[in-house]
């Protein structure tokens, strides 16, 4: 059995590797050029811990290749995963334009049965379209070849994904016909004989699932962001409420730290596409919408915390430590220190900014205001001669730093810690105007 990943982003290059280390046959096609090329001199062209040694593992095993060649793609495999984007369009909803594009490219090159397996996060429905898109190019082939549509989202964690594809929670698999779940058992055949909860279910339900479970992790940290909010005014400790609120095992621990808002590529779009979907049927879902915009507001938030504390930030010097939307990861897509940096930065403010991974995207996606910020080459040179320091991203080596060589470095002593990095070292009171989030 050969299988098919098309698009090599955070999902499909991180599948298609895992699927090759599982023993199996795997083309990986991608419509950028210059990625294959990366891949094939074996440069991985995203950063993800422990991706490289693997990817380098299976293609010297044989069971890897990288092409652009998505004739040659869809003709040789059995399985076809489809793992392109569905970024937001302007009213929320996702746009469908690249999946539908493959689905055109699987119905012009199909020889023969397949399954295509839709990883891609997509609104109910997508399934059908993707069949109905394929079937009509096979019509206008005046071919008739038989092929089955799988749903099989995908759960990785940017950062942890080679972890979570190796031994994830749970596999989704909504079909149709069982000839298709069959053969997606054996695609998953060692995760299947290693007792890894399965879902079989019907398609519509497992589109759903993925958009259920980002909505209601993203519900769950709008919520503890709330209750920071709450603790700073009442004087509690928002770590240790949601401690206590963890160790119930009705609500559990994760997911439950406050910070300067959730980012990244899934919650942001997936919320809002979900709210629109509901809008489709003509049902509001206020709680998602509700999480939405505490999230805009809780970004805001920071800005104007970091403003009010300073007396204003006109003409003065901000560090910026950790850009990405979390640590281990690159990955700049809707990071919240993109509001947060926009903010100060519209208040006058200057930025100094260092992320161990994100610098290179950050600095087209900030590219409006690049007179702004100066990018450093490491934590301490951000802070030199900065009046405040703000951590926006948990960067383990942030957690290192020296507070003592920060303050001699820097000019002012305003210390915004957005991630409670530092929160438990007695020294950072002494030294800076300490403020840490939903706690004294
Ligand atoms: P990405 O933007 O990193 O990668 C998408 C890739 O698809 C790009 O390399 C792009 O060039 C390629 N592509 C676009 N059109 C193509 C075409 N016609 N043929 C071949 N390749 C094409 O996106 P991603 O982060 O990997 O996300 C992919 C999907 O998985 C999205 O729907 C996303 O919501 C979902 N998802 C993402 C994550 C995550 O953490 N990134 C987790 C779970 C699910």
Not at 335 to 362: C, F, H, R, T
Request: a negative charge; glycine letters at 8%; one cysteine or more.
């Amino acid at each position: 059995m050969r299988i098919g990943v098309v698009g090599t982003g955070y999902v499909g290059l991180v599948q298609g590797v895992i699927l090759a280390e599982f023993g199996l046959d795997v083309i990986c096609m991608d419509v950028i050029e210059e990625k294959i090329t990366m891949l094939n001199q074996g440069i991985v062209p995203i950063y993800e811990p422990g991706l490289k040694e693997l990817m380098d593992k299976n293609v010297a095993a044989g069971r890897i290749i990288f092409t652009t060649d998505v004739k040659y793609t869809v003709e040789n495999c059995d399985v076809i995963f489809i793992a392109v984007g569905t970024p937001p369009k302007d009213d929320g909803s996702a746009d469908l334009k690249y999946v539908l594009e493959v689905a055109k490219n699987i119905g012009t090159y199909l020889n023969g049965y397949k399954v295509i397996v839709n990883k891609s996060t997509v609104p109910v429905g997508t399934g059908q379209l993707v069949k109905e898109t394929i079937q009509t190019v096979l019509n206008e082939r005046g071919e008739e070849y038989p092929f089955d549509i799988v749903s099989n989202p995908e759960f990785l964690r940017e950062g942890k994904a080679v972890g979570d594809c190796l031994k994830p929670d749970r596999v989704v698999i909504g079909y149709e016909n069982e000839r298709a779940a069959e053969l997606m058992k054996k695609v998953y055949d060692v995760l299947y004989i290693n007792e890894t909860p399965f879902v079989f279910t019907d398609i519509a339900t497992a589109e759903t699932i993925k958009y259920a479970s980002n909505a209601f992790l993203a519900v769950k940290i709008s919520f503890i962001n709330e209750m920071a909010l709450l603790a700073e005014k009442v004087g509690a400790n928002v770590q240790e409420i949601a401690r206590a609120m963890g160790m119930d095992g009705r609500i559990s621990p994760k997911f439950l730290h406050a910070g300067p808002g959730y980012g990244g590529s899934c919650f942001p779009k997936d919320t809002k596409a979900i709210v629109d979907i509901g809008r489709q049927y003509g049902e509001e879902f206020k709680v998602i919408q509700g999480a939405i915009e505490a999230n805009e507001k809780q970004k805001q938030r920071m800005v104007e915390k970091i403003v009010d504390r300073m007396n204003g930030v006109q003409g003065k010097t901000i560090a910026i430590l950790g850009l990405s939307f979390k640590p281990e990861t690159d990955d700049m897509r809707d990071a919240p220190s993109i509001d947060i940096i926009n903010g100060l930065v519209k208040n006058g403010a200057k930025i100094k900014a260092y992320d161990p991974q994100g610098m290179k995207e950050a600095q087209w996606r900030l590219e409006n205001i690049a007179d702004s910020i100066q990018y450093c080459e490491n934590e301490y040179a951000a802070v030199e001669g900065a009046d405040a320091t703000v951590f926006i991203t948990e960067w383990h080596q942030f957690r290192g730093m020296s507070l003592n060589r920060m303050k001699d470095f820097m000019k002012g002593d305003f210390v915004f810690d957005l991630r409670n990095i530092h929160v438990k070292d007695r020294n950072v009171r002494n030294l800076f105007q300490y403020y840490p989030l939903g706690r004294s």
